[in-house]
């Protein structure tokens, strides 16, 4: 069945350092994928976007990759920031006939160490 | 401008009872969702509105569970004789009709005794 998931349950990195964090998918039909940074106690924040159309998009320190041959996406934080520590989630939005629902994967915890 | 708002923050109830969980759209946003996150889990879809209107409703758990929403604006999630796997956050998104992206509120933290 269709599934989003993440290959890294939690990554610790140095402040400064990039981080990297990953996320594969099985529908080969889902065209539009988004990260979302959960701090504790908090919802989901919207990261950044990307569309099968697109295999990169850039944002704030923010890199989306998108590899649609191997079904992956990964997320790129440049210059890591204690600011940055959270659950990252990506998400595959079904579109708009599903009313655009979103299927997350299971996370990934970002420790940023000073 | 305001974001999405829930309350209440945290309910704490006891097993059997009924629970009811309010959710405050962003203004002008016409599509509300729902979603469930269950301790060390990831989020679950729940459902969601088109203006009042729930197309689908097959991400609800169980017939315990229902939503409304009237006047195209706030949506109450409703659940009923509680049990102890309910306890969970609760989460509620909304967007703009015709654009994807969802905002998300900060949750109702749900635990059943």
């Known amino acids: 069945g269709e599934s989003v998931g993440l290959h890294l349950p939690t990554l610790s990195v140095q402040e400064g350092d990039n981080s990297i964090i990953n996320c594969a998918y099985s529908?080969?039909?889902?065209?539009?994928f988004i990260w979302y940074k959960q701090e504790s106690g908090k919802g989901p924040q919207f990261i950044i976007d990307i569309r099968s159309n697109m295999d990169k998009r850039q944002g704030q320190r923010v890199t989306v990759l998108l590899n649609k041959t191997v079904k992956h996406l990964s997320l790129q934080i440049a210059a890591t920031q204690p600011g940055d520590s959270a659950v990252y989630f990506c998400?595959?939005?079904?579109?708009?006939?599903?009313?655009?629902?979103?299927?997350f994967g299971g996370g990934t915890r970002l420790m940023v160490k000073p | 401008g305001a974001g999405v708002s829930q309350s209440p923050s945290n309910k704490v109830t006891e097993k059997g009872k009924d629970v009811e969980l309010r959710c405050d759209p962003i203004s002008g946003h016409t599509a509300l969702y729902w979603y469930r996150q269950s301790l060390g889990q990831g989020l679950e879809f729940l459902i969601y509105f088109q203006g009042n209107s729930a197309p689908d409703k097959s991400g609800l758990p169980s017939d315990r569970f229902s939503a409304e929403r009237t006047g195209g604006s706030v949506s109450t999630l409703t659940i009923q004789r509680t049990q102890q796997e309910d306890s969970a956050v609760y989460l509620c998104?909304?967007?703009?009709?015709?654009?994807?992206?969802?905002?998300f509120g900060p949750g109702t933290r749900l635990t059943v005794l």
């Open positions: 998104a909304s967007s703009l009709f015709g654009t994807d992206t969802q905002y």
């Open positions: 998400a595959e939005n079904r579109g708009r006939n599903a009313g655009n629902m979103l299927t």
């Open positions: 529908n080969s039909a889902s065209d539009y």
